[in-house]
């Protein structure tokens, strides 16, 4: 199964969670560590403590880095890369908040080629919309999809382009999702081109605060 999981919550505040995760990091695609929007200030020891875990698990790890639309300064970006690296031995990053206009593309080509120089091994880009074509090309897995289960079932369509892509390729973030559902919303990303996933069942204003269900097949 390959899920992705931003889990947003401290491994303080919800260390269940986090060893739940650690337990079942092989049938993750990847975790994306936020520990203050970003890699913080300062290391976190216990950020640091999850990380090590999860990486003697299997897992990859993706240190979250917020670009603010292309608005963000591309140094500010870069530092928190390389704080990432330092600090939490990320494997890649997870670039959220990306452009998805065709104007925006040149430099977003600019940036992830900028992350990668860095050390990073897997970049994500999240527009978390279906982006102009090109964008997949730029990244190792592209969001296509982030946003409320009720909008996933009744205001979703895929542009004909994705389906010149590998599923591997595309990945839908949904939150909102009836435990009873998550099942059915792993299969239906599949269905719509989609081999990764994130189904959770939290609500804004953080619905990346609790564990899926998917993961560990418990429904809550």
Partial sequence: MNLLIPLYVHPAED????????TAANRTYGVVLNP?????????PAFTAAAGALRAAGARLLGYVDT?????????????VRRHREWYAADGCFLDRVTATADGLPACRRLVRAVRRLG???VVLNPGVHPAPGYVRLA???????GH???YVSAFSRPAWTARHPPERLCHLVYGVPGALVPLAVRTAHERGAAVSGPVTGEPPNP???LTPALTGAQR
């Fill in 15 to 22: 260390p269940g969670a986090w060893h739940r995760l650690i």
């Fill in 36 to 44: 203050a929007s970003g890699p913080g200030e300062v290391p976190d």
């Fill in 68 to 80: 603010d639309y292309g608005v963000r300064d591309a140094a500010d970006i870069a530092e928190d």
């Fill in 120 to 122: 990073a091994g897997t």
């Fill in 140 to 146: 190792d897995l592209t969001v296509t999809f982030e």
């Fill in 149 to 151: 289960w009720s909008t």
């Fill in 208 to 210: 990346w605060a609790q």
